[in-house]
C-alpha cells in the first residue's frame, strides 16, 4: 500500500502524546485487538493526572489504570466488561453501564457522554491521508467523531480495513508510532460438551442462513460443522477465526443477503493472526459502527437470521442472564438481544441461546429455578426462542410456563432434573413429569 509520504516523520513520545490529556478529561478507549496499550502505559505514567474517567469496551492486557494505587486518579467505566476490570467494579473502584451495544454509538454522539479525547489505534494512513481502525469499529467510530481530541497509536500491523472504518490523519492531534504484533486468540481444544453443543446447533443452521456467531468454544464448534452447507452468510457483531475455512471453502457466499449481499459484515474482530491478514485491505469483508452492525430493523431484512448467543444461566421461565454472577459484573449486555430480537423478526430465522448444562465442574446447573439475587436480565422471557445444552435444543417460543420449565429440564445435566422439577412444583404447585 502507497501511504502518506513523510507521515512517520511526525510521530511523538507516548508522553508527549499524552500531554494533550488532561485532570478531568473524559476519554475512549479504543478496544479489543485494537487497544493501544502504549497509550495506555504513558497514561499511567502521568503522575499529575486526577479524576481522568476512561470509557470503553472490552479491553486485551492489562489495565494498570484501574490498579488500587491509581485510585482517584484514573476511573474505569466499563460498556462491556473485561475480565481484567471484574474485580475493580466489585471493589467499587470502577463502574460498568448496561447498555445494548448498538445504543452505544448514541451515547457519543449526542454527548450524553461527552469525550474529550480518543485514544485509538489505527492502520498507517493512504496517499489519500485516511486511517482506518482496523480490527474494531463497534463503537470507536462515534469516538472518533465527536471527541475534541485523537490520540492515536499508528500501528504498522494493524489491518487496514474497508466499510465505516476510517479516520482522517489531519484529525489526529498526537501519535505515536509502532510497529507490533496484535494480541490474539487461538481456538482451543474443543470438548465433548462443546462438540455435543455444535452438533445440535449446527443441526438448526439451514442453506441460505445469515450467521450471528461471536467468539468462543461453543461458536467455534458451530463453525467447524457447517462444512456441508451453501451460501451462508455473514452479518454478525464480531467474528473470528471459525469464519476463514467457511469462506475459503466456499459455504460461506453472502450471495442471498439482503443487506450487504455479497460481503461478510462485522463490526470487529478477534482472533489470529491470519484473521487479520484475511480482512487486510480485503473489499469482501466490510466493518461498521455497530449501531449498524446491531439495528434489528436491518438485521431482519436478510432471511434465516441464526444468532446464536451463550449465557451463564437460565431460569425455569426462560430468563437469560448473561452478564453477571448473580450481582458481579462478569461481561456486558452487548449485542445478544440486539441479535436475539432481529433474527426473531427475521423471516425464517432462529434466536439461540447456547450453554454447557453445568458449571464449576459439573457442580452447578445452568438451568436454574430463578436466577441469582442480584443477576441480570439481558434476554427476557418474553424474547427467548430456543435454549440448547449438551442434552438437547428446545424452543421456549409461545410456551406456556410450567410447558417451558418441561423442556427445559430435559436439557439439563441428569444430576439436576430432580432437584428441578421439585424447586418447579414449590414455586408454581405443578408436578412436571418425570
Same mark, same amino acid.
Given at each position: 500500500m502507497t501511504t502518506l509520504p513523510g507521515w512517520r516523520d511526525r510521530a511523538v513520545s507516548p508522553e508527549d502524546a499524552l500531554s494533550h490529556v488532561h485532570s478531568g478529561d473524559t476519554l475512549f478507549v479504543h478496544g479489543a485487538a485494537a487497544t493501544p496499550t502504549p497509550l495506555l502505559d504513558a497514561l499511567c505514567g502521568r503522575a499529575d493526572l486526577e479524576g481522568v474517567r476512561l470509557y470503553h469496551l472490552h479491553l486485551e492486557g492489562r489495565c494498570t489504570f484501574a490498579e488500587p494505587e491509581h485510585q482517584g486518579r484514573f476511573f474505569s467505566v466499563s460498556l462491556f466488561t473485561s475480565p481484567a476490570l471484574r474485580r475493580p467494579i466489585a471493589e467499587g473502584r470502577a463502574d460498568f453501564v448496561p447498555v445494548f451495544l448498538k445504543d452505544i454509538p448514541r451515547l457519543f454522539h449526542e454527548r450524553a457522554v461527552p469525550l474529550d479525547a480518543a485514544l485509538l489505534q489505527l492502520s498507517p494512513p493512504d496517499r489519500h491521508g485516511q486511517c482506518t481502525l482496523g480490527t474494531s469499529v463497534d463503537a470507536a467510530l462515534a469516538a472518533a467523531?465527536?471527541?475534541?481530541?485523537?490520540? +492515536?497509536?499508528?500501528?504498522?500491523?494493524?489491518?487496514?480495513?474497508?466499510?465505516?472504518?476510517?479516520?482522517?490523519?489531519?484529525?489526529?492531534?498526537?501519535?505515536?508510532?509502532?510497529?507490533?504484533?496484535?494480541?490474539?486468540?487461538?481456538?482451543?481444544?474443543?470438548?465433548? /460438551?462443546? +462438540?455435543?453443543?455444535?452438533?445440535l446447533v449446527a443441526g438448526l443452521v439451514e442453506d441460505g442462513a445469515t450467521l450471528q456467531l461471536g467468539i468462543g468454544a461453543i461458536p467455534n464448534a458451530v463453525l467447524r460443522r457447517l462444512g456441508d452447507k451453501q451460501d451462508l452468510g455473514i452479518?454478525?457483531?464480531?467474528?473470528?477465526?471459525?469464519?476463514?475455512?467457511?469462506?475459503?471453502?466456499?459455504?460461506?457466499?453472502?450471495? %442471498?443477503?439482503? /443487506?450487504?449481499?455479497?460481503?461478510?459484515?462485522?463490526?470487529?474482530?478477534?482472533?489470529? *493472526?491470519?484473521?487479520?491478514?484475511?480482512?487486510?485491505?480485503?473489499?469482501?469483508?466490510?466493518?461498521?459502527?455497530?449501531?449498524?452492525?446491531?439495528?434489528?430493523? %436491518?438485521?431482519?431484512?436478510?432471511?434465516?437470521?441464526?444468532?446464536v448467543n451463550s449465557a451463564l444461566e437460565v431460569d425455569l421461565t426462560g430468563q437469560v442472564c448473561a452478564d453477571s454472577i448473580g450481582a458481579q459484573i462478569y461481561s456486558g449486555i452487548g449485542g445478544q438481544m440486539d441479535f436475539i430480537h432481529g433474527a426473531a423478526l427475521s423471516k425464517g430465522g432462529k434466536p439461540i441461546i447456547a450453554?454447557?448444562?453445568?458449571?464449576?465442574?459439573?457442580?452447578?446447573?445452568?438451568?436454574?429455578?430463578?436466577?441469582?439475587?442480584?443477576?441480570? /436480565?439481558?434476554?427476557?422471557?418474553?424474547?427467548?426462542?430456543?435454549?440448547?445444552?449438551?442434552?438437547?435444543?428446545?424452543?421456549?417460543?409461545?410456551?406456556?410456563?410450567?410447558?417451558?420449565a418441561e423442556m427445559l429440564v430435559?436439557?439439563?445435566?441428569?444430576?439436576?432434573?430432580?432437584?428441578? *422439577?421439585?424447586?418447579?412444583?414449590?414455586?408454581r404447585h405443578v408436578v412436571l413429569p418425570g
Open positions: 467523531r465527536s471527541a475534541q481530541v485523537i490520540i +492515536a497509536e499508528i500501528n504498522e500491523q494493524m489491518p487496514r480495513t474497508h466499510g465505516h472504518a476510517s479516520v482522517p490523519f489531519d484529525r489526529v492531534k498526537a501519535f505515536v508510532h509502532t510497529d507490533r504484533p496484535l494480541p490474539e486468540h487461538g481456538a482451543g481444544t474443543e470438548s465433548a /460438551v462443546e +462438540a455435543q453443543i455444535g452438533d452479518h454478525t457483531e464480531m467474528f473470528s477465526d471459525g469464519v476463514l475455512p467457511l469462506v475459503q471453502n466456499g459455504n460461506v457466499t453472502n450471495r %442471498l443477503k439482503k /443487506v450487504h449481499p455479497g460481503r461478510s459484515v462485522t463490526s470487529f474482530v478477534m482472533g489470529s *493472526r491470519a484473521l487479520y491478514d484475511f480482512v487486510d485491505d480485503n473489499l469482501a469483508v466490510e466493518f461498521h459502527p455497530c449501531d449498524r452492525t446491531n439495528d434489528t430493523a %436491518l438485521i431482519r431484512e436478510n432471511d434465516k437470521v441464526v444468532a450453554l454447557p448444562s453445568t458449571a464449576a465442574k459439573g457442580t452447578v446447573s445452568r438451568i436454574t429455578p430463578l436466577l441469582k439475587p442480584g443477576a441480570g /436480565v439481558v434476554t427476557t422471557r418474553g424474547h427467548v426462542h430456543w435454549v440448547v445444552t449438551e442434552y438437547g435444543a428446545v424452543n421456549l417460543h409461545g410456551r406456556t410456563l410450567r410447558e417451558r430435559s436439557i439439563a445435566h441428569p444430576d439436576f432434573r430432580g432437584d428441578l *422439577r421439585r424447586a418447579f412444583a414449590e414455586q
